[in-house]
């Protein structure tokens, strides 16, 4: 911006001095002529007044005659004052002319050398990104493609599946009578079955009802006749032995329905038999070694509920 006003400044002083300089606008070379037609008719103006009246008159002035003293003292100040006005007037249309034209000028995007760009380096710019927008619709249309032949892939393969499906041999109908007769034996012996479980509720059920209705000595009699089996009798501990409990899933009878699972070997166990450390004998072990993880720090002090009972047998009332 600093370059344009010093311009504008040596075009102002170019037309003050008569002078026209290369790259001042038409608007001010015409206010510089009309200004120009003005000087010279102020000039011409000035010497016709001089012809009428002489400086000599003006300054010869004689004190005897003050009307004529006042009348050339006020011809010399409008004459001043005429010559201070069209002054005034030229130089404000001058400075308005400027002013116009430094705001015309101001609407211009100035760039200073630092954020200027070189032409090549435009072209480069420009043409690296049309490279850019080229390579992006060619990858766009890639992927069209791409999308399009693994939709075409997958509807083949749908096509493909659809028609195998009806190549597939599942022997259904290869031997149709021995899969019946075999179907037919299955479902005799299943109502057979059926009819076995339900005759045998009735019977346990007039079992029932005939014992309900028997007197004491007919059930004595009975029970003599067919004795109930007698319960397992439950094996003695040893001293301060291990108690594991057989857990909550412990199933000591069959309970599914083909009744295949009782007759395993591991429900006729004994799981309160003593194992490890349990097999040794230790009441004959000292007073101070019979506890729980002897030698053992962090061990419990209690022994067994025999040992921690306090009560007192020989009361008379412990007894009631």
């Not at 001042?24 to 007044?49: F, M, P």
């Not at 003599?224 to 009878?253: C, D, I, N, V």
């Amino acid at each position: 911006m600093a370059r344009y006003t010093s311009r504008s400044s040596a075009s102002i002083a170019a037309q003050n001095d008569g002078v026209v300089v290369d790259g001042v606008s038409d608007t001010v070379i015409a206010v510089r002529d009309k200004l120009r037609g003005k000087i010279w008719k102020q000039k011409l103006e000035a010497a016709s007044l001089e012809k009428a009246f002489p400086t000599q008159e003006y300054d010869v002035v004689r004190k005897d005659y003050p009307r004529l003293r006042c009348v050339a003292e006020s011809r010399i100040d409008n004459r001043d004052d005429v010559r201070a006005d069209h002054r005034r007037i030229g130089q404000a249309e001058i400075v308005s002319t400027i002013e116009e034209e430094s705001k015309r000028q101001e609407g211009l995007s100035l760039f200073p050398n630092s954020e200027r760009y070189p032409i090549a380096e435009l072209l480069q710019l420009e043409a690296e990104e049309r490279a850019l927008e080229e390579s992006r619709k060619k990858n766009l249309e890639e992927k069209k493609r791409e999308t399009k032949q693994i939709v075409v892939e997958e509807i083949r393969k749908g096509l493909e599946q659809e028609a195998n499906i009806a190549d597939i041999d599942t022997d259904d109908e290869v031997n149709e009578a021995e899969d019946y007769e075999a179907w037919k034996a299955r479902e005799i012996a299943r109502i057979k079955s059926d009819r076995d479980d339900w005759e045998a509720m009735l019977k346990e059920k007039e079992e029932i009802e005939k014992v309900t209705n028997m007197t004491e000595e007919e059930r004595r009699e009975r029970e003599r006749k067919h004795p109930k089996a007698a319960p397992r009798r439950k094996q003695k501990w040893r001293f301060m032995q291990k108690y594991y409990h057989k857990g909550a899933l412990f199933q000591s009878e069959a309970d599914d329905y083909a009744a295949t699972v009782g007759t395993d070997g591991i429900y006729t166990r004994d799981f309160s038999a003593p194992t490890g450390e349990d097999k040794m004998n230790k009441t004959i072990l000292l007073k101070v070694m019979q506890v729980k993880h002897f030698g053992h720090s962090g061990r419990t002090k209690w022994t067994h509920l025999a040992n921690e009972d306090t009560t007192n047998w020989k009361n008379p009332l412990s007894s009631i």
